[in-house]
């Protein structure tokens, strides 16, 4: 079980090195962003950790332009930025989750174990995700509605990829703050809101049969509907 661990502090990196190999995993060092992207890249990981703060390519850009690319290692980002927005933009990179600085090692055991059980638990079979004539490709992240390829960010792609795999289930807003941001529901926000409406300009505005509806009270499901 190998880590990519990307921090340019040597005292971190010397603490939380140890720890993870007295855990049984193996750790590769990367001290900036550009070196990081090279290893993701080239090897196989069980986990990217990496903090947002560092040189090169930050943690945030990392982790979108590896998603781009089609890396979907389970990544984890260690910042002292710890606030909901920016949290959110980590989120919208496409990363799993978001430890905020300081942090307990024990913690960040914990985050490991679920978002690699997460990953793990998603069927590797399952390539690509249909649903009416919209249709999700799981290897190429390529997203089509008919014969429009339709353009998503790290977010939006995550929020879709849920409703594809639970379409005609009613998903709370609970359900979705779980899953999508991995963070308890905040009844005073109105993120899921905002980006339901995002996703519906993209997925439902140019076709004349919407796939995307609210339950008033309840949440969101995605269902065709005469």
């Known amino acids: 079980m190998k880590i990519l661990l990307i921090e340019d502090d040597i005292k971190i990196i010397q603490s939380l090195r140890k720890g993870l190999e007295e ?3 193996e750790v590769d060092i990367a001290y900036d962003g550009t070196i990081g992207k090279l290893l993701a890249r080239r090897n196989d990981y069980f986990v990217i950790v990496s903090d947002i703060i560092i040189p090169g390519i930050n943690g945030v850009q990392l982790c979108r332009e590896l998603r781009s690319a089609g890396v979907r290692t389970p990544f984890i980002m260690l910042t002292a930025l710890g606030a909901l927005e920016e949290k959110l933009v980590g989120f919208d990179a496409g990363a799993d989750d978001y430890l905020v600085k300081p942090f307990d090692f024990l913690e960040l055991l914990a985050r490991i174990k679920v978002v690699t059980k997460r990953v793990q638990s998603e069927p590797v079979t399952a390539n690509v995700l249909r649903y009416a004539d919209l249709e999700m490709n799981l ?88």
């Open 139 to 226: 290897t190429t992240r390529e997203i089509t509605r008919g014969s429009q390829r339709i353009d998503l960010t790290g977010k939006e792609y995550a929020l879709l990829e849920f409703l594809l795999r639970n379409a005609e289930r009613v998903l709370s807003k609970v359900d979705i703050a779980e899953k999508i941001w991995d963070i308890r529901f905040d009844t005073g926000t109105n993120i899921i809101e905002v980006y339901i409406t995002l996703l519906r300009k993209k997925i439902d505005r140019d076709f004349p049969v919407k796939l995307i509806h609210t339950h008033y009270g309840v949440g969101y499901v995605l269902k065709q509907e005469a």
């Open 23 to 25: 855990n049984g995993y």
